[in-house]
């Protein structure tokens, strides 16, 4: 299996400052971020974390592994890129919140360990997701995947074209692929929305304008083509341990 060489533009990154979609001087950036995160509170709130074990699968510098590890009973983030690591160890120190170097393929844990499972955008970073996928099921109970919308207008095309995107090998997912790798893992999809109409590369003076239509875009079937991210939640069927 081929590790993927977007790791190192990773470790650089993170070495330079951090993560490009955190530390741009974009307020579309910010708002990205923070409507996927009320979505994912719509779908999973926070209190329903509450007495449980987290799996943050691709947790970066660790930001959102320290907000949920506010409310779960404990909670692991792990990421194949060592300097994101290092710089989570550094920069959250919470008794029930650990970070590991670790591979997505490759798991060091029994079956079902995890109450939760979160994969925050990072399948489309992978050479295999679909093995990322089952690794990821077999260690969990429930599933929460956070993803493009492969066919929103703006990701097919800076997917192709933009440089900052080919540097971190931005690929795209397609809802259609994520419920059949669940369904055929044995999971039962719960909930499933659709968020971020805004593009990453909107001025901050449109952008009051832009978050307008993005509102009224979520509230039409419009949102299932144009909206830049899919959330699935989905459990297992079966729980065995």
Request: aromatic share 10%; with cysteine.
């Amino acid at each position: 299996m081929e590790t993927e060489r977007n790791i190192e533009a990773w470790n650089q990154q993170v070495k330079n400052g951090g993560y490009y979609y955190l530390t741009k001087e974009s307020e579309a950036r910010k708002q990205i971020e923070e409507q996927i995160t009320q979505k994912i509170k719509e779908i999973l709130p926070y209190t329903s974390f509450t007495g449980k074990k987290i799996l943050d699968a691709g947790c970066g510098t660790g930001e959102y592994s320290q907000e949920i590890a506010e409310y779960a009973k404990e909670v692991l983030g792990f990421d194949a890129a060592e300097e994101a690591i290092k710089k989570a160890q550094e920069s959250y120190k919470k008794e029930n919140l650990t970070f590991q170097k670790l591979n997505v393929y490759q798991l060091p844990f029994e079956k079902n360990t995890f109450d939760i499972v979160i994969s925050r955008a990072i399948l489309h970073h992978l050479y295999e997701p679909k093995k990322a996928i089952q690794e990821l099921a077999r260690v969990g109970k429930m599933l929460l995947i956070i993803e493009t919308n492969g066919i929103n207008p703006y990701r097919q095309i800076a997917s192709r074209f933009s440089k900052e995107y080919k540097t971190v090998e931005e690929g795209i997912i397609y809802k259609s692929f994520l419920r059949k790798a669940l369904k055929k893992e044995g999971y039962t999809i719960l909930k499933d929305t659709y968020c971020t109409f805004v593009p990453p590369i909107t001025p901050n003076s449109a952008l009051p304008t832009m978050v307008k239509i993005e509102k009224y875009i979520e509230k039409t079937a419009l949102k299932k083509i144009i909206c830049g991210t899919y959330i699935v939640l989905a459990t297992k069927e079966n729980i065995n341990p």
